[in-house]
């Protein structure tokens, strides 16, 4: 079962360890969900779309995945 986060801070820490994150937009209302899968467990958390670019941009997952979009993006270094 995938586990709920509400807090963006342990989001991030989640997201170190996770091996892939994925975007998702809501097709009705402006709420996206950002999905980071760690070795044993999916982490969700639901954030407002305009701020999905600037949240991106703290996360540590070594590959970001648009789902909607097909664009991926891999974190080098």
Do not use: H, N, Q
Not at 1 to 21: I, Q, T, Y
Not at 42 to 63: A, N, S, W
């Amino acid at each position: 079962m995938p586990v709920e986060l509400k807090d963006w801070e342990e989001f991030v820490r989640v997201s170190e360890r996770a091996v892939e994150c994925r975007v998702k937009y809501a097709r009705k209302g402006d709420l996206a969900k950002i999905k980071a899968r760690t070795r044993r467990v999916l982490y969700t958390i639901k954030v407002d779309r305009g701020r999905v670019e600037e949240l991106i941009k703290e996360l540590k997952c070594p590959r970001i995945v648009f789902v909607d979009t097909g664009e991926v993006r891999e974190v080098k270094g």
